[in-house]
């Protein structure tokens, strides 16, 4: 960013600069100690984000769902009004019955209702998806062959390196799926094909976890980065220029 840049900016642009840089400044100081600069900083990300989530939910769900539903003149429609939203309504009404000790029973009647119908619908769905679907997808590439090749191999398979690499890359995942359930499998002791298999599902569990752990920690740097760039090519030139000219130079 160029003094010509700097010069355009108006002050709110700055000030928000400036912002951004102190917040971020104060939640970076949290990796020296706790301190009130971090809980301040915390307090107003908290603050920001659940008034963000309210003025969302609204202008969302409640006024085209509900009242534009209800009384579609205040939409401008002329559409006649659905009653039949009044039921979930009064559902969302007995949920936040919960802070009154006196009617905290009603909440239990919509959470019932809320955990039977995720329950029923995620049941079908987990099913296809994480098993069904993942089956398919393990055992199609052990017999994968290119559609419309004609070859005398058997059953017309293509011995190809990327289906020789795809097919080895599958029996390893089965592998790995067995000898990780095996590792759970605490009906019978682990000796034997059992221990083996349970021992061998240990590393394939190290292996798992350790990725999940790594790719956790690339997205935290990343965030930092982020930070890091902010501050160097956005705030620092802004202020740079700011000191500059608060001592005449």
Known sequence: MGHGALDTLGSPQIIGLWLQAVLTFAILS???????????????F?????????????????????????????????????????????????MVARFVPRLAWLSRWPIAFVVGVTTGASIPVGVQASILE??????????YHRPGVLTDRPFGLDYSALAVLTAANALLLIVGVVCTLSYFYFSHEHKRLLGVA???????????????????????ISLLIGRVQFLLYDWWPVASHGVSHLFGR
Not at 30 to 44: M, R, T
Not at 63 to 68: D, K, R
Not at 200 to 220: E, K, Q
């Open 30 to 44: 949290f990796l020296i100690a706790d301190n009130p600069f971090y809980k301040f900083a915390e307090h107003v």
């Open 46 to 94: 908290v603050g920001i984000s659940a008034g963000y989530g309210v003025v969302l939910v609204w202008h969302e769900a409640v006024l085209p769902i509900l009242l534009y539903r209800i009384f579609p003149t205040l939409s401008g429609e002329l559409a006649s009004p659905d009653y039949w939203v009044i039921v979930p309504t009064l559902l969302g009404l007995m």
């Open 134 to 143: 993942q089956m398919h997808g393990t055992i199609k590439p052990l017999l």
């Open 198 to 220: 349970s021992r061998i599902g240990i590393w394939f569990l190290m292996i798992a976890f350790g990725a999940g752990f790594g790719n956790t920690v690339m997205a935290r």
